[in-house]
């Protein structure tokens, strides 16, 4: 373990998750789920800006070719959303879900690089531990089967990344029960994964596998939550080194800063006694060593 975690925004955030860097701007936006918002950072003055919507956001992706915009995958569907001036959140829906089970809501999601949104779902009650988590691709056509699942069963479906000639997808399931990542085959072509495969048995690793990204050198690096630590896994699925966070339950990571070699990590704020770890909830920066990818936009 080595590297030092900066504090960039004590943000307390419910659930920080869905880091992303425009760099445009200099600024990493992600989302607090369950109070619904929307957050910028701004690398130049240190601001931070907040919009609140009417649903909980799980995860969002930059729109291609306009300002500000964003495709977010929300309690019933995918949304698009945009900031307002007055701290609110413009939100038209692209497509709904049925979802299989009450309680559920988008959890990890992102586009891969050819520009589809993929995202997947989850029972909100983790507890309860039921496998009706799907994972849905919207694409820039809006038709019936932007709302149907292209890979099912999960509990809660996380760590979605795609390596950097985007042809292998990434996914994990968080949930104790399971604490699993796969590798898939991707045809870029038709944005169809196949070939699923165990990359990753994180039960073997501390920490339960949370969301994800890719570097340069296509290593896969994942929130180890409950363990505080950030992994880079090879893509032969061998741990490289482990990053180290001041609070236990790191939620995302991202890769960003003028050299994209920054790595911002989004972290849960948990109930209870946080005498042990006052910066839940916090945004952290890591010099990572390696240089990250810009997150493609949603086409």
Request: aromatic fraction near 8%.
């Amino acid at each position: 373990m080595a590297n030092q975690a900066e504090l960039i925004v004590d943000a307390q955030n419910a659930t920080g998750e869905s880091p992303v860097w425009v760099a445009s701007e200099q600024a990493l936006y992600w989302v607090d789920i369950p109070n619904r918002q929307l957050l910028r950072w701004k690398a130049a003055d240190a601001s931070v800006t907040r919009w609140t919507g009417e649903q909980m956001i799980a995860c969002i992706a930059r729109r291609e070719g306009s300002a500000n915009r964003w495709v977010a995958g929300m309690e019933d569907g995918v949304f698009d959303i945009v900031p307002q001036d007055d701290g609110t959140l413009g939100a038209t829906r692209l497509t709904q879900v049925q979802h299989a089970h009450a309680g559920m809501r988008f959890n990890d999601g992102r586009c891969d690089r050819q520009g589809r949104f993929w995202a997947g779902t989850m029972v909100m009650d983790m507890a309860a531990g039921v496998s009706a988590g799907k994972l849905y691709r919207l694409d820039g056509s809006i038709d019936d089967e932007s709302s149907q699942a292209r890979l099912q069963d999960f509990v809660v479906p996380n760590g979605l990344a795609f390596s950097p000639d985007g042809r292998t997808l990434y996914l994990s399931d968080s949930h104790p029960s399971v604490q699993c990542i796969w590798a898939f085959d991707y045809d870029i072509d038709t944005g169809t994964p196949s070939n699923r495969r165990l990359f990753v048995d994180m039960k073997e690793h501390p920490g339960r596998p949370d969301g994800a990204a890719v570097d340069v050198d296509g290593c896969y690096w994942i929130c180890g939550n409950d363990a505080g630590l950030i992994h880079r896994f090879t893509p032969d699925g061998r741990l490289d080194r482990s990053l180290q966070v001041p609070v236990k339950k790191p939620a995302m990571c991202a890769f960003g800063g003028a050299g994209l070699d920054t790595l911002f990590v989004t972290s849960i704020r948990p109930g209870g006694d946080l005498s042990d770890q006052p910066l839940a909830g916090g945004v952290f920066a890591l010099q990572a060593g390696v240089a990250g990818l810009e997150e493609p936009r949603f086409h």
